[in-house]
C-alpha cells in the first residue's frame, strides 16, 4: 500500500456514502419529565472508519507532526477555520499540509457539531484526498 493509501482508499467510498444525518429530538417537549436532547450528527460507519484511520495515519507518521495541524496551515497562509480551509488552493499545497487540512477538519468535530460532516457533503475532503493521491 502507498504511503497515503489508508486515507485515499476512501476516495471511492466517499462518492457513494451518506456521511451521516442530524438527529434532533422532535418527541421530547423540554419538561423536567421530558427534557430535550442537544442535536447530533450520527456518521456513517465509513466516516467512523476514516476518523480512525486519520489517527492511525498520524500515529505511524510522527516526522509528519499533524498534531501540529493549526501551525502547519498558519505556515501555509490558512487559518483552522472553516472558510479559509475551504478557500485553499490545494493543487499547490505539499502533503503535509493537506494532511494537516484534514486532521483540522477530523479535530474540528470536536468543537463543533458537524462540520465534518459539512466538510465531507461540500466535497472537500474528496478534494483534499485527490490531493494526496496525485502528490503520491
Request: charged share 25%.
Amino acid at each position: 500500500m502507498s504511503k497515503f493509501g489508508i486515507l485515499t482508499k476512501y476516495i471511492p467510498m466517499i462518492q457513494t456514502d451518506s456521511f451521516g444525518e442530524w438527529v434532533i429530538d422532535k418527541e421530547n417537549d423540554g419538561t423536567p419529565e421530558h427534557p430535550i436532547q442537544m442535536p447530533f450528527v450520527r456518521y456513517s460507519e465509513m466516516v467512523s472508519n476514516f476518523i480512525d484511520d486519520v489517527y492511525t495515519f498520524e500515529e505511524s507518521n510522527k516526522d509528519m507532526e499533524l498534531t501540529r495541524y493549526g501551525d502547519i496551515l498558519k505556515e501555509n497562509g490558512l487559518e483552522w477555520g472553516t472558510d479559509s480551509m475551504k478557500d485553499a488552493d490545494v493543487s499547490s499545497l505539499n502533503a503535509q499540509c493537506v494532511l494537516a487540512l484534514l486532521m483540522g477538519a477530523v479535530r474540528a468535530e470536536r468543537f463543533c457539531d458537524g462540520v465534518l460532516l459539512d466538510f465531507f457533503k461540500s466535497g472537500y475532503i474528496l478534494k483534499w484526498l485527490e490531493r494526496l493521491q496525485n502528490i503520491e
